[in-house]
């Protein structure tokens, strides 16, 4: 009867360690995606503004 439940309570414990493994990849891979969105939209802004400075410098010369 210990034995069963040595081995019960190890199987338990593997179990909760690949559902743990599962949910850090799946938090990894939020992050990715969440970084990969962030370094898009700094590449926009970083379009916008080389735009402005263009346009800026068409309307009033260089300065």
Sequence with gaps: ???AKVVFRRGKEHEE???D???REENVQSLQNFLYDQVLEI???V???TESIELFAAFFGDV
Excluded: D, P
């Design 21 to 23: 493994h599962i949910c």
């Design 1 to 3: 009867m210990a034995i």
């Design 47 to 49: 379009e916008e503004l």
């Design 43 to 45: 590449a926009g802004i």
């Design 17 to 19: 360690a690949q559902n």
